[in-house]
């Protein structure tokens, strides 16, 4: 299994004894820093093309459960001139790697946390892909081992690093439009069925499929597309608002300047269009109170226009204006009567922002810190939460939901046309109603509700199992 560095434990959390916690490094300004990369079927691949432009940056390693993507991953690397990386496809052969200062890594969501606290335990500062974690308990468990254990851990919300965003942020911040009450983020992002798989799935050959599952259930396959699409199962994935939506949900919390968690949540949708074996819902509205502002938050998986210019993007309502962010980088802010005052434009580098962390062991220098990663996912967790403990209501029904938010109202309203115009009959039909959950801020945890708190964590498969403390 393992080293002493990263020794994993059957139910008991992760390590034996704490004295096997690799204590932190120094790097200092001229060091090469040696990265692992793992986890590149996709967005990791990202991270090879982002750490292959930094300077005194190494790719030592490259790790995927799948070892067909070894290869192509390899040649990136060569391509650029550089030495060719090893190549691992237990990530624990990683961490057991004295040489290693760092991972880079874009698994799957259900490993987030726990390969990032077993990797701070082994004395690597981590860069892990958004969101933060899975569920809500696992971003508190890796802000703890982050502090505990002196590492870096920036989170993959590279938005936090844009130039772009960034001076949009600023600008409401200063009070340019006036007091925000609303912040609206947008994933109106077209996603066609996954289709019906005939039974059991077989799983590709080279890839470790009980490493790949880790902490989540030991059960077969049982969608026609193995890589990916798991986003849209419970069991390792938050559906598209912990896909897409995390770095909209990220960018409304950190504009509204909320650094805790809210008062209340409530997540509403339902899964419309077709019928595929996904779980979560591609049509999905949520809404998060904090007493004096909100977020709605707006998942549209069938095709939509924009709304004020945005698809993918983040609408700051202010009582002088409005800043509409359009994509990762870009955005503008208008009058009360859609004047255009200031356009926001401008990149950045997460990744050098990550090295540059690294250097200074501050990780205040992180634009994305683990903290602000995991307060954001929680958003994300406390709606999906409320919406799958929720029950099946009529469409004619919810107008009385929403009490006196006008806001809200006008959004549901205007998701009903959404299925209209994508011809989804509605009239008879039924949406699922999540329950409004309670927060109590402080223990991050929800009010009187047992159901509702039995989800803020999961029942996971030993020996691949996050603590309950560090």
């Known amino acids: 299994m393992f080293a002493a560095a990263a020794a994993v434990t059957a139910g008991s959390g992760l390590r034996t004894c704490a004295q096997e916690v690799k204590e932190p490094g120094k790097i200092g300004p001229n060091d090469r820093i040696r990265v692992a990369v793992i986890g590149f079927n996709g967005q990791g691949r990202g991270h090879i093309g982002a750490l292959l432009g930094l300077k005194g940056v190494e790719i030592a390693t490259l790790c995927d459960v799948d070892k067909n993507l070894h290869a192509g991953a390899v040649k990136m690397v060569t391509d650029k001139g550089r030495p060719a990386p090893k190549c691992e496809q237990d990530f624990r052969r990683v961490l057991d790697d004295p040489s290693i200062d760092a991972i880079s890594s874009a698994t799957p969501n259900h490993w987030h946390a726990l390969l990032s606290i077993m990797a701070m335990q082994a004395g690597k500062d981590v860069y892990i892909e958004k969101p933060a974690c899975h569920n809500v308990t ?57 289709g019906k798989a005939d039974g059991e799935q077989p799983v590709p050959a080279g890839v470790d499929y009980d490493i790949w599952l880790g902490p989540a259930p030991k059960v077969p396959v049982r969608r026609k597309r193995f890589h990916y699409d798991w986003h849209w199962f419970w069991d390792y994935g938050n559906g598209d608002l912990g896909n897409q939506g995390i770095h909209q949900m990220d960018i409304a919390r950190w504009g509204l300047n909320k650094n805790s968690l809210p008062k209340t949540a409530t997540g509403l949708g339902g899964r419309f269009g077709y019928e595929d074996d996904g779980q979560t819902p591609n049509t999905h509205l949520s809404f998060i109170d904090y007493g004096d502002s909100q977020i709605i938050f707006e998942v549209r998986g069938l095709k939509t ?12 309502h202010g009582t002088e204006g409005y800043v509409v962010l359009t994509s990762y980088t870009k955005g503008a802010a208008f009058d009360l009567d859609g004047k255009k005052i200031v356009d926001f434009n401008g990149v950045g580098d997460h990744h050098a922002n990550f090295i540059k962390a690294i250097r200074s062991r501050e990780h205040t220098d992180l634009t994305a810190d683990v903290l602000e990663g995991h307060l954001s996912a929680a958003l994300v967790h406390m709606a999906n939460i409320s919406y799958r403990i929720g029950s099946d209501e009529p469409f004619s029904a919810q107008s009385k939901s929403f009490g006196d938010n006008k806001e809200a109202v006008e959004t549901y309203e205007r998701m009903q046309e959404h299925l209209k115009r994508n011809a989804v009959p509605i009239d008879g039909a ?21 159901a509702a708190n039995a989800m803020l964590t999961r029942e996971y498969r030993p020996p691949f199992v996050v603590p309950a403390s560090l």
């Not at 226009?305 to 700051?316: H, K, L, N, W």
């Not at 109603?433 to 929800?446: H, N, P, R, S, T």
């Open 138 to 194: 696992e971003g508190r468990r890796m802000v703890q081992a982050a502090r505990k254990y002196g590492r870096i851990c920036q989170i993959g919300t590279q938005c936090r690093s844009m130039k772009g965003t960034v001076d949009a942020i600023r600008y409401v911040h200063e009070g340019k439009i006036g007091k925000v009450t609303v912040a609206r983020g947008l994933c109106y992002k077209s996603r066609n069925s996954i």
């Open 305 to 316: 226009p924009d709304y004020r210019g945005a698809g993918v993007g983040v609408v700051f």
């Open 430 to 450: 039924k949406y699922r109603l999540g329950k409004k959950l309670i927060v109590d801020a402080q223990k991050e945890a929800f009010v009187g509700d047992s």
